[in-house]
């Protein structure tokens, strides 16, 4: 994270999952601009749906290995909607650290890498040290084609939170001001002109 976290400014929308990613970047990130998933499996899924509405503007999705095993319909989603603003990060830590460090597909045969060039994203890439990962995710920051990037990481020894997060509700709210405060626009404003 020390890599990554620097480069996302505050005008790159960034999705993280469940578990230490999100902890991990609150250290160079405020937390309140950047929602993390509380359901496994969405994150990615939640970071193609901003993709698509905002196309002039990068999303990044911070996913995990098994956060991402638990939906590996969405690359195929992903691949054949091809927002050219996504870039998605799976920290492959083969395990489920924060359930127990239980293992993960990819500590056996899977290669989440070779299954998003099957499902069709073909600017993809498994980092397996840090600068290969420095590379990797400035070609994701800079470019302007969907990109995936696998990041082979050690199972964290027992990381230290030193911040707390928001809850996801607040989070959700804050992450749509900061969005109304990068678009100039206001989100809600048809749905509170409806209501009376």
């Known amino acids: 994270m020390s890599i990554l976290g620097p480069k996302l400014t505050d005008d ?3 999705i993280t999952g469940t578990g230490n990613t999100a902890y991990q970047l609150a250290e160079y990130r405020r937390p309140q601009i950047t929602p993390h998933s509380a359901q496994l499996g969405a994150c990615s899924a939640i970071a193609l749906g901003l993709a698509l509405a ?3 503007r990068k999303v990044v999705s911070l996913d995990g290995d098994g956060n991402l095993l638990l939906n590996l319909a969405v690359l195929g989603d992903i691949a054949n909607k091809a927002p050219g603003n996504l870039g ?3 920290f492959d830590n ?8 239980l293992p993960t ?3 056996g045969k899977v290669d989440l ?3 998003g060039r099957a499902c069709g994203i073909a600017n993809t890439c498994t980092a397996r040290n840090l600068e290969e990962f420095g590379e990797a995710v400035e070609r994701l920051l800079k470019g302007s084609e969907l990109a995936m990037v696998v990041a082979k990481v050690d199972t964290e020894p027992e990381y ?4 707390e997060l928001p809850s996801v509700p607040e ?3 804050t992450f749509a001001r900061h969005i109304e405060q990068l678009e100039g626009r206001p989100l809600f404003s048809a749905y509170y002109s409806t209501r009376k």
């Open 113 to 115: 890498a070779a299954v």
């Open 160 to 163: 230290k939170r030193t911040k």
């Open 94 to 101: 083969e395990s489920y650290e924060s359930a127990g460090r």
């Open 12 to 14: 790159i929308l960034v």
């Open 105 to 107: 597909a990819t500590a």
């Open 171 to 173: 989070t959700t709210f």
């Open 88 to 90: 998605i990060v799976v």
């Open 54 to 56: 905002l196309p002039h």
